[in-house]
């Protein structure tokens, strides 16, 4: 399955999207505000649902604020109601900085893949 440009929103000169290069990964790509992370929300629920696993790449990211952060932990909520796993790699460093200044750490990093480094 290869999803790519379709699956993308764009805000006035901000855009975001999701690609899906294979079965269970997800890249997530763009801008993450307020304005992009409702609308890819909506595209993840509807990929993952047919899926029992799913790892989300950041490494698409251009730049985010707290959305990212909210963003990871609605998609967490969303695949733990269901009982399904999911794993999340190349956080952006704005993403981190914000989990660590809420306490999140630790949260977080049960979900983190090997390629993600921490602050």
Do not use: C, W
Not at 10 to 17: D, E, F, P, R, S
Not at 28 to 56: D, I, R, Y
Not at 91 to 111: C, F, K, N, S, W
């Amino acid at each position: 399955m290869n999803t790519s440009a379709q699956d993308s929103i764009k805000k006035g000169q901000l855009a975001a999207g999701l690609l899906v290069p294979g079965d269970s990964q997800i890249e997530v790509q763009g801008v993450l505000n307020f304005e992009t992370v409702p609308v890819l929300m909506k595209q993840a629920e509807g990929l993952l649902q047919n899926l029992s696993e799913a790892k989300f790449s950041f490494k698409g990211v251009d730049d985010s604020n707290s959305a990212g952060l909210a963003l990871l932990l609605e998609l967490k909520r969303f695949m733990n109601s269901k009982n399904k796993n999911i794993v999340f790699s190349d956080l952006p460093v704005q993403i981190r900085t914000i989990a660590h200044a809420y306490g999140m750490d630790a949260e977080l990093d049960a979900y983190l893949g090997l390629q993600d480094s921490s602050i």
